[in-house]
Structure formats: C-alpha cells, structure tokens
C-alpha cells in the first residue's frame, strides 16, 4: 500500500494534470469558435463549387458526343498523348498527438481503398503517416507531406497541389465535423468526377443547360487546375475543424478520469490520514497506560 507522502505526490501530479488538461480543452474551445464559422461557410461554398465542377465535367462529356467525329478522333488523341495520371487517393491526417479517435476511423476507410491496389497513395501529416506505416509497413509506396492543417506552408502545398494536379481522378480522406461530440470519417472527389449533393437534390437541379465563353476547354481546363487547388484547400480546413472537435471529446473524457483519479486520491488519503491518527492515539493511551 502506498505512503501518505506517495499519495500526496500523486495527487499533486493529478491536479497538475487535470489543469493542464483543462486549459488545453479551454484553448481548443477558443480554436472551434474560431475557425468553426469561416469553416461552415467555405463548406457551403466547397459544396457549391463541387456541384458546379461536376456539371461542368458532365456538359462537357455530352458536348463531345455531339461534336463532328474528327472532334471526337482529336480528343481521344489528347487524351492518348496526355501525361495526366489515372487516379490518387489522399489520407489528410494531422501532425498533432491527442486528436481522438477521428484520425483512426478516416485511416480505416482510407485503408479499405488502398488494398484495391487501384490508386497512387497520398499521405498528409505524421498521424497518418504513422497508422499507414504500422497497418502496410513498405508494402506500398506512397508520397508523403506534413503540411500543417491550421497554417499550410506554401512552400509545401505548392508541389503537393501540382502533383495532384497530374492526376485525372482525385478522392480526398478527411474528417467532417457534425457537431461537438460526432465527427465522421468523409470522401470528397475534388477532381469533378461526382458532387457532394445527395440524389435527391440532384434531379431538382440535374437540368441545367451552359453556354460556354470563351469556349469549353478553356473552362474545363480552369476547373481542373485552379479550382481544383481552391477544393484542396478548403478540404484541409475542413479536416482541421473534424480534428479540433474529436480532440474536444478526448480531452473530455481526459478530465472525468482525472475527477475520478483525485476522488480516489482523497479518499485513500483520508483512511491513511485517519489511520495514522488512530495509531498515535493507541500509541498514548498505551504511554498513559504505562505510568498508572
């Protein structure tokens, strides 16, 4: 059984702890109601655009069906000769310890798309590098990054986004934040190939008919590379917030078995206490037995 002075120590350490932990959720709190706003906005705004890149792309497919067959030849011999990879997948992760269980549930269903064997493997952040590495070992080969949710260093997301950029087909793995307490594992297709809006909404807003200028391509072309890059950046945002709010609800639990731990301490330190006192009484009512 433990000292009273080992007690102490160890309740000293678990009031220290339940302070640090405290002030480190009030921190994360602050962070939320910092960026949960602007995040919300930027989701609606990245839905948005989603939903015009896929109608973008789809007009384009049809336009070419009813071109003049030499249209159709020239294409398909841009697209023979083009140097654009197939498709990629990225596991957007974060740097930082203590993030919950949302890093763990994106890796999963980032993992069931890497066994396929079918994409190029993208890894953002130590987090994910660490969980892919301890699951696959060098069974894979993959590009890695660990560029920073909250301040994305251009020197980093420069190369990154023009790699991406390479590829015909890009899905992003990354957490969605719902609400303080849920937060869910998401892919988002930032390269057009399909929208974020349920099926419900699309066949409400499927009929839509452009008129292009200066012409297609070029359009095509500026949704492929400038506001694919806008997509990245705002999928980070995203994943920033799911990180925050799963960190939350650590440190939550984080500070009710630190309760629990100084109850615990208290109450032992109050038997210790006590049996000390009883054994000092014992010990003079023994010495005034003595001397009678």
């Not at 602007?38 to 384009?60: H, M, P, T």
């Not at 020197?155 to 969605?176: A, N």
């Not at 095509?220 to 705002?234: G, H, K, N, P, Y």
């Not at 206490?273 to 000092?280: A, F, H, M, V, Y």
Request: with cysteine.
């Amino acid at each position: 059984m433990p000292s009273l002075k080992q007690l102490n120590q160890q309740y000293q350490f678990s009031m220290e702890m339940h302070e640090l932990v405290q002030s480190t959720q009030e921190i994360t709190v602050m962070e939320i109601q910092k960026v949960r706003q602007s995040a919300f906005e930027n989701r609606q705004y990245k839905e948005g655009i989603l939903d015009i890149f896929f109608d973008v792309k789809s007009a384009e497919r049809q336009m070419i069906q009813q071109l003049l067959r030499n249209r159709d030849i020239q294409r398909q011999e841009q697209d023979e000769t083009s140097d654009n990879k197939d498709s990629v997948i990225v596991l957007i992760s974060t740097n930082q310890l203590f993030t919950g269980d949302i890093s763990a549930k994106v890796f999963q269903v980032f993992a069931e798309e890497v066994r396929q064997e079918t994409s190029d493997i993208v890894i953002i952040g130590r987090i994910g590098k660490r969980l892919f590495e301890q699951a696959f070992g060098d069974k894979y080969h993959f590009l890695y990054s660990e560029i920073s949710n909250s301040h994305p260093e251009p020197e980093l997301l420069k190369p990154l986004i023009s790699t991406l950029l390479q590829y015909q087909h890009i899905d992003v793995f990354e957490g969605k934040y719902v609400s303080l307490v849920e937060q869910k594992p998401t892919i988002v297709n930032i390269s057009g190939e399909s929208t974020l809006m349920d099926d419900q909404q699309r066949e409400t807003t499927s009929q839509r008919n452009f008129l292009f200028e200066p012409s297609l391509d070029n359009i095509v072309t500026f949704f492929e590379t400038q506001i694919t890059a806008t997509l990245f950046r705002l999928t980070l945002d995203e994943s920033r917030l799911a990180n925050l709010g799963s960190r939350i609800t650590t440190l939550e639990s984080s500070l009710n078995n630190l309760e629990r731990e100084v109850t615990m301490l208290e109450r032992r330190q109050k038997v210790i206490t006590r049996g000390i006192q009883n054994r000092k009484q014992l010990q003079r009512l023994a010495g005034i037995s003595c001397w009678t």
